[in-house]
């Protein structure tokens, strides 16, 4: 198993290495040393004491909080709730719809035809921290980009298992039907 120095990691995130290595140091994803290093990284550049647990966004979290709840959080501190539920639900959305709008955004041939798509910006509520734009057809649902499974991967790639496993289901539909 290859070991990835904690400056090389770091300049990974950051963006400074040269291509060619970073997809080497990609192929390697299922690399437990490097996760761990990785993670470690990320938790000293925020100022909250949960552990990250894994990293959605490069401001998108989720963490471990102290009653065993793992829940999405930004760098800046605020709380997006059950990380099984689609954490753009709690965001600060700009919807964009219009041509005048796409024309902010894109350029030329590019643009979208505004009868058929919308472009959403997700934005945090508590920093203001683009976290996501997705381009879709009018109309649909936020995407659920990323639903990880944490218990299975803590438990059998990182060898050892997170407290208080929890069931693994999307629960964002709950969530929404709680609304109305
Ligand atoms: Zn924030």
């Known amino acids: ?16 290495l040269p291509w060619p ?3 080497e140091i ?5 690399d437990v040393d490097r996760f761990e290093k990785w993670v470690k990284i990320l938790q000293g550049r925020v100022s909250w004491p949960e552990p ?16 065993n709840e793992r829940v999405v959080k930004c760098k800046c501190g605020q709380e997006f709730g059950d990380y099984r539920v689609n954490w753009k639900l709690s965001a600060a959305i700009y919807v964009r719809e219009s ?4 024309k902010e955004i894109y350029r030329g041939s590019e643009q979208p035809d505004p009868a058929w798509t919308q472009v ?14 997705e381009a879709v ?44």
């Open 1 to 16: 198993m290859p070991e990835y120095d904690i400056g090389e990691i770091e300049q990974l995130i950051d963006g400074q």
């Open 21 to 23: 290595r970073v997809q």
């Open 26 to 30: 990609m192929k390697g994803a299922k």
């Open 52 to 67: 990250i647990l894994l990293p959605l966004t490069p401001a998108l979290f989720i963490v471990q909080k102290e009653n």
């Open 99 to 102: 041509e005048e709008d796409f």
């Open 120 to 133: 959403r910006e997700y934005s945090c509520p508590g920093c203001g921290t683009m976290l996501e734009v």
């Open 137 to 180: 057809p009018r109309g649909t649902p936020p995407d659920f980009d990323f639903l990880p499974d944490l218990d299975t991967y803590y438990k059998e790639w990182l060898g050892r298992p997170l407290p208080d496993e929890q069931e693994f289901t999307d629960k964002t539909l709950e969530t929404v039907a709680k609304w109305s």
